[in-house]
């Protein structure tokens, strides 16, 4: 796996691009939990998507894998669950559901990173969990792209603040990647 961490003005810029790099758009959908905050579900409806709500399982307070799996359709172009108080989702559940061969022979790819990955986008909003671990493994390691936010009621701050650590496939150029982060993060600028 290509690995690189990058930061932004927020958690919201940061979620937002990476929506916008996969290419998800009008026609998509995205899985997001119940409970979460506003920004989950406005950046998918920025980007012209539709957000669909799943919902979290009672004692663990995070989206569960089977309730994941009971609103996926071959329109869902991105998973994107929320760690909540540090506790983390079931990152390696998921990600073994997401490379199953069941999701990628119904994956309908509409652009050239989406044709790389071959699959839904893992997206994790680890806005909660900075520092947590999951099997052994930081949070931040084991989905595709992983959103922190450094925003003032987080538990590590910098008043605002966000960013993205980067797991992604190897199939995909992780130079060219950042690149267009940096990019789109700055309007534009390539200085």
Known sequence: LS???LCFSSWTTACELALRWFGIGPGDDVLNPAMTY??????????????????????ERVVSLENLKAAWTPQTKAVMPVDLGGWPVDYPGISQWLNSAPIRAQFLPTNEVQTAFGRPLFLSDAAHSFGATCENARVGTQADITGFSFHAVKNL??????????????ALDLEKTTAWFRAMALHGQSK
């Open 3 to 5: 690995q690189r961490v």
């Open 38 to 59: 506003a920004a989950t579900a406005n950046i998918v409806l920025h980007c012209g998507a539709r957000p669909v709500l799943v919902d979290i399982d009672p004692l």
């Open 157 to 170: 701050t910098t008043a605002e603040g966000g960013a993205l650590s980067f797991a992604l496939p190897p």
